[in-house]
């Protein structure tokens, strides 16, 4: 297929539990009216990634239409390849772009794209299990924040932000701390940690599951990831937290640790549940390496960046 359009629209019509594909005759009539941009839509799972892998050689910019899991599957196949990454957010949270775009304004349309700045962010870059490797753009959590994403993904009745709190209370009724071996290379020093987690998150956007101020004090290209963990708690006590987390000021209480690190190790104990942008990973043991990987992707945003 051509993908040689300077705008590579990417639609996945299964994002928001497959209300994305409501607004296929919608997108398509916009892209159609533009002789610089093109429009593929995604058939399966990870089709994302193919088109995304093949569009980069052709087109100058991929536009991600969808939720961060459609954009998580953009940017791993773009990472290293030159081009720039658009935004259209028609999923269930659309968490990255609440920090990418500071004045988080809806658009109408697509036009805004087009006439949008562009700034370099960071990644964060995962290896775990044998061989695998994976970036993400937003955010990862392993254990509690991994079995939410799962349930998430579960649920078909609930939409956006109130599938996420459903999802949350539903996970919390079953589950325990999590024994994990953590490493933290901050700026100057090295953190260990062995000892029971509640819930554990690394971060290069500001927000989960919607309205989950998990890393307040995250920036997108300060170079440095956003560590969150809530050590051992009883299960009773996470309910004081959930407002917290919604105003981003868990970060004062002593039961969290917040820091902006280089690079994170986990050792888990046995196989967990790991979501990066919502996206889940099954079976997750062992060492989890994450590092940042500074400025290494271009994408579009809706204010030029400072001088």
């Known amino acids: 297929m051509n993908y040689s359009s300077r705008y590579l629209f990417i639609f996945n019509p299964a994002a928001d539990k497959g209300r994305a594909s409501r607004k296929a005759k919608w997108l ?19 089709h994302a990634v193919e088109i995304a892998r093949s569009g980069v050689r052709q087109s100058s910019c991929l536009i991600a ?33 609440k920090t990418l775009n ?11 794209l ?8 960071d990644l964060g870059s995962v290896s775990f299990g044998v061989a695998d490797h994976r970036y993400f753009v937003n955010s990862l959590g392993i254990g509690f924040t ?8 579960r649920l078909s009745w609930l939409k956006g932000e ?6 949350l209370f539903s996970v919390l009724a079953g589950y325990t701390s999590l024994p994990m071996h953590i490493l933290i290379t901050l ?20 927000i989960e599951g919607g309205k989950f101020i998990i890393a307040p004090h995250a920036e997108l290209s300060d ?10 708690i009883p299960k009773h006590d996470f309910f004081r937290f959930v407002l917290k987390y919604l105003k981003g000021t868990h970060i004062n209480d002593p039961k969290v640790l917040y820091c902006k690190a280089k690079a994170v190790e986990v050792t888990l104990m046995a196989p967990e549940v790991m979501h990066m942008d919502g996206e889940v990973y099954d079976n997750v043991h062992g060492r989890v390496g994450i590092s940042v990987v500074p400025e290494c992707l271009r994408v579009l945003c809706d204010e030029l960046p400072s001088a």
Do not use: M, W
Request: with cysteine; proline share 3%.
């Open 28 to 46: 398509a009539a916009l892209v159609a009216g533009r002789k610089d941009a093109a429009l593929v839509t995604t058939a399966y799972a990870g």
């Open 65 to 97: 239409c969808g939720g961060d899991g459609t954009l998580h599957e953009v940017v791993n196949a773009v990472v290293g390849e030159g081009g720039t990454v658009g935004i259209l957010p028609i999923g269930s949270a659309n968490d990255f772009i």
């Open 102 to 112: 500071h004045r988080n304004r809806p658009y109408p349309g697509i036009g805004h």
């Open 114 to 121: 087009f006439d949008a700045g562009s700034k370099n962010v």
């Open 146 to 153: 991994g079995r939410v994403a799962q349930a998430v993904k």
């Open 162 to 167: 109130l599938a996420y709190v459903y999802a």
């Open 187 to 206: 700026e100057d020093s090295v953190l260990e940690l062995h000892e029971r987690i509640f819930a554990f998150s690394v971060s290069n956007g500001k």
């Open 223 to 232: 170079g440095l990831l956003d560590v969150c963990i809530l050590r051992d």
